[in-house]
């Protein structure tokens, strides 16, 4: 059974800049996964930031990036910011409709 | 503006059935241009996709979950439901119902506020 990895945690400075990746535990992360990403904060609902690798969706400031670098799938954050702060999840596609979540990255801005 | 609410007993015990429903207004669970998404995510965990139905009522479900899932939906109510047979303690999680576009590249755009669904004895 194929894992979707992510660190499990990060923390960025305020105004630093972090990279959180999402791989897999057999094989490479490529634009054909169609990745995509959401932000969640305590109590609420995933927000859709990123999908289909590098696209932001509708009112994502434009500090948020997606990419494919190496073997993953990557969101970068510039310039981040307090309420930046928050778990992070990716999701891939595994082709025949199926898709697969990794176990999210909770992001400390210190 | 889309909205999804989700509905349905917030505990069980094990060996019950999970049944959720979705309404969604705004939209019509008869168009043919979204997916209809179950997805959960257990206390303190990462989310998990349970599965999806289309308007035309085919569905593709989680294949860890696939011998204990149902989806289907109800065009009248412009709602859709899940069905969880033998529930276990690990199916204990907040459950999202979402919407999300055709094109494979098309985020899950829309989500419900998720309802928390106990098991326990």
Redesign the interface.
């Known amino acids: 059974?194929i894992v979707v990895t992510?660190e499990p945690s990060f923390s960025v400075s305020p105004g630093g800049t972090v990279t959180l990746t999402c791989g897999l535990s057999a094989g490479s992360v490529s634009t054909t996964h169609?990745p995509?990403w959401?932000q969640q904060t305590p109590g609420q609902?995933?927000?859709?930031l990123i999908?289909?690798t590098n696209?932001r969706?509708s009112g994502v400031p434009d500090r948020f990036s997606g990419s494919i670098l190496g073997n993953k799938a990557a969101l970068t954050i510039t310039g981040a910011q307090a309420d930046d702060e928050a778990d992070y999840?990716c999701?891939l596609?595994m082709g025949?409709?199926?898709?697969?979540?990794?176990?999210?990255t909770k992001l400390t801005v210190l | 503006q889309v909205q999804l609410r989700e509905s349905g007993p917030g505990l069980l015990k094990p060996s019950e059935t999970l049944s959720l429903t979705c309404t969604v207004s705004g939209a019509s669970v008869t168009s043919g241009n979204f997916y209809w998404y179950w997805i959960r995510q257990p206390p303190g965990k990462g989310l998990e996709w349970v599965g999806y139905i289309y308007y035309s009522g085919s569905t593709k479900y989680n294949p860890s979950l696939k011998s204990r899932v149902t989806i289907s939906l109800d065009t009248s109510k412009n709602q859709f439901s899940l069905k969880l047979r033998s529930v276990t303690a690990a199916d204990t999680a907040v459950y999202y119902c979402a919407r999300k576009g055709v094109m494979v590249a098309a985020p899950v755009d829309d989500w419900g506020q998720g309802t928390l669904v106990t098991v326990s004895s």
């Open positions: 059974q992510q169609y995509s959401y609902a995933p927000r859709t999908f289909n696209t969706s999840h999701m596609s025949s409709g199926i898709w697969v979540f990794g176990e999210g």
